[in-house]
C-alpha cells in the first residue's frame, strides 16, 4: 500500500515508532525537530540561508519529501536486525519505481503523464503529511527537552496538540488530528480516539494542547 507513494513501510514503521518512543525528546525525536543552536552556528552562510527560506516560507509545507528522503533510504541508520525487513520495503518501492512509472510514461502520454498522476498527487500527499504532523508537533509553548528533563508522560499528554478540521477531513484521515490519545497509545483505534479524548480532557485536561485549523 506504500509503494505508489515510493514510501519504504518497514523504515516508516521502524521510524515513527521511535518518534512515539521519544516525542519531543532533543536529540532522539524525529518530527520537526529543532536545529540547536550550536548546530546552526556552525552551519555556512549558504546552508544557513537555504535552511532560513526552506522553513520559513510555505516551501516548508513539503518538509515531508526532506523527512522522507533523509530517514527511510538510509541503511546505516537501521540496526543489523532491522536491516532485512527495512531492504524488502526498499526493494518494493524500487519494484513500483521501475515497472509502474515507466509504464504510466509509456502508455499514459509521456513524462507530463507521470507529472500529472503520479508526480502531482504525491506533492500533494507531502503536503499533506507536512501540514498534519507541523500542526501535531510545533507550537512555541510545546518545549522539545534534553533526556534529563523529559519526562514520557507530560510529553505526550502536553507534547502534542489535538486540532479540530472540518468534518471531511477529519473522514478522509480517520482523525489522526486527535492526536493526544494517539501518543498517550498508538494502539487505540482511530474510532475510539474521540472517546479516549474526553476521557483525557477530563482526567487531564490541563496538560492537552487544542486548537482550531485556520488558513
Known amino acids: 500500500m506504500f509503494a505508489p507513494l515510493l514510501y519504504p513501510f518497514e523504515p516508516w514503521r521502524i521510524k515513527h515508532n521511535h518518534h512515539h518512543a521519544h516525542t519531543n525528546k532533543l536529540v532522539e525525536d524525529t518530527a520537526w525537530h529543532p536545529v540547536p543552536k550550536a548546530e546552526a552556528d556552525s552551519w555556512g552562510p549558504v546552508r544557513g540561508a537555504v535552511y532560513k527560506f526552506f522553513l ?4 516548508k ?3 515531508s519529501v526532506g523527512h522522507w528522503a533523509i530517514w527511510h533510504f538510509n541503511l546505516s541508520l537501521y540496526t543489523a536486525k532491522q536491516q532485512p525487513r527495512v531492504l524488502v ?3 518494493a518501492v524500487g519494484a513500483f519505481a521501475a515497472i509502474v512509472l515507466p509504464a504510466i510514461a509509456i502508455y499514459g502520454g509521456g513524462v507530463g503523464a507521470v507529472a500529472k498522476y503520479w508526480l502531482a ?3 500533494g500527499y507531502h503536503f499533506w503529511m507536512s501540514t498534519f504532523t ?3 508537533h510545533t507550537a512555541p509553548h510545546i518545549p522539545f527537552k534534553p533526556a534529563g528533563q523529559w519526562n514520557a508522560a507530560k510529553a505526550q499528554l502536553s507534547g502534542t496538540v489535538h486540532c479540530d478540521y ?6 478522509l484521515c480517520h ?3 486527535v492526536h493526544v490519545p494517539h501518543h498517550v497509545s498508538s494502539k487505540i483505534p482511530w474510532y475510539n480516539l474521540r472517546a479516549a479524548t474526553e476521557s483525557l480532557r477530563a482526567n487531564w485536561g ?7 485549523v485556520n488558513w
Open 121 to 123: 498527487p504525491w506533492l
Open 61 to 63: 509545507l513539503w518538509a
Open 56 to 59: 520559513g516560507s510555505p516551501l
Open 166 to 171: 472540518p468534518a471531511l477531513v477529519e473522514f
Open 89 to 91: 520495503s526498499l526493494a
Open 134 to 136: 507541523v500542526v501535531h
Open 206 to 212: 490541563r496538560y492537552m494542547t487544542e486548537a482550531t
Open 175 to 177: 482523525d489522526i488530528n
